[in-house]
């Protein structure tokens, strides 16, 4: 069992970087590769997150998308479905939460600009064509969104998978 773990583990990191780094949109990644290796997708909610990329929009001032990607898979599977009932709920909140502490363990924020602060030594305005094309060329969508990305959706099957068992 736990050799089928860790390939589901090494499958969602590898799915993660490689969708990231040949589509862009952080938070569809995850989503995406997280919902390839346990296979619980939702096209509606793949649409409804591509505006979460970036840090909303890719502001950059928002959640990282990685983070919102693979949030959006957990609430998938646990979230409340109707008012007033609660359901599984609150399982979704600890969930959520865990994946948040492992950003905060990892990068020390939550924030798309201070996870590109971390990794790249400062954040890029992802509006300005100037500031992107540098961003790209300082490996952003080859080596550093990719990673974060894999990585989110490799904590968010581990979580779901620890959940299941």
Known sequence: MKSEKKSKLTKAYDLG????RDH???S????AAVSE???KGSDEIFQAIDGLAGGV????????????????MISHRYGRKEFPNQGTREKCMVLAKKLHDKFIEEYGSILCKDIQ?????RYYDLWDP???EMFDKAGGHTDVCPDVVGKAAKWTTEIL????Q
Do not use: H
């Open 130 to 132: 100037k500031e992107r």
């Open 57 to 72: 929009a890719r502001s950059i001032n928002g959640t990282c998308g990685a983070l919102s990607g693979g949030v959006s």
């Open 117 to 121: 602060t971390k990794k790249m030594g």
């Open 24 to 26: 862009g949109s952080c």
């Open 161 to 164: 998978l620890d959940e299941t």
């Open 28 to 31: 569809q990644c995850t989503f």
């Open 17 to 20: 970087f490689k969708f990231e």
């Open 37 to 39: 290796v346990l296979g």
